[in-house]
């Protein structure tokens, strides 16, 4: 069946660092992938998502690029802010019923 | 902000009680899913509806009863919980069940049991 596998955390930054949250996959066929971020006392945002091989999502200076030789889909931010503390979950959606595969999420604190 | 809206943010109900979860989606959405969050983990999901009809009931106990009364709402009706299913209680909504269909979720009911 489909499974995701990423960092677990918690992942601690200084402001401005750079960000590399790994995200590898299982899955038979062609899965959508996706990352959300979850605030605080919120549900789950959308952040980007990639819908087939070589795609490159980006978003608020997000990347993640659907990379099928690896099965990976790691996400990366050159400088981050203390806004962008939170948790990440890696997502694939490639079964019936557009159910979502979900990866155990990263937790990431940003430091002044 | 949401375009998926929860009601109510929060919820505090004793094991005999009734009580429902609403969510309310006017994307034009035809797909609605409820998922359940436990503290530091990741959603599970629970139900699925494609244009209204239950389409995946992912072996959820009968104490949880969802409805989807129109293509904008989707309720979850909730009877004689157990401590156990206290969590956060998350909706979301796609454009329709199609696989790799971006999913938009709501901010959630965080429910606890007494």
């Known amino acids: 069946g489909n499974s995701v596998t990423q960092m677990e955390g918690p992942v601690t930054l200084s402001e401005e660092a750079f960000l590399t949250i790994n995200c590898t996959y299982t899955?038979?066929?062609?899965?959508?992938l996706f990352w959300y971020v979850q605030y605080p006392g919120e549900g789950l945002q959308l952040l980007l998502k990639?819908?087939?091989?070589?795609d490159k999502g980006s978003n608020k200076g997000f990347e993640a690029t659907y990379r099928k030789e690896t099965t990976s889909f790691h996400l990366e931010k050159g400088s981050v802010q203390v806004s962008d503390s939170a948790v990440y979950f890696c997502?694939?959606?490639?079964?019936?019923?557009?159910?979502?595969?979900f990866g155990g999420g990263t937790r990431v604190l940003v430091k002044p | 902000d949401t375009e998926v809206t929860q009601t109510p943010k929060h919820l505090v109900m004793g094991m005999t009680n009734k009580k429902s979860l609403k969510c309310e989606q006017h994307?034009?959405?035809?797909?609605m899913y409820w998922y359940k969050q436990k503290a530091k983990k990741p959603p599970e999901l629970m139900f699925v509806?494609?244009?209204?009809?239950?389409?995946i009931n992912e072996s959820v106990p009968s104490r949880f009863s969802p409805e989807c009364p129109n293509s904008s709402l989707l309720n979850l009706h909730l009877h004689a919980l157990q401590p156990e299913d206290s969590a956060l209680y998350l909706c979301?909504?796609?454009?329709?069940?199609?696989?790799?269909?971006?999913?938009?979720f709501g901010d959630g009911t965080r429910l606890s049991i007494l």
């Open positions: 990639a819908t087939k091989a070589d």
């Open positions: 979301a909504s796609s454009q329709n069940d199609r696989v790799g269909q971006p999913q938009h």
């Open positions: 509806y494609s244009y209204e009809k239950l389409s």
């Open positions: 997502a694939l959606g490639g079964a019936a019923g557009n159910k979502l595969t």
């Open positions: 899955a038979t066929g062609y899965p959508s």
């Open positions: 994307m034009g959405h035809r797909a």
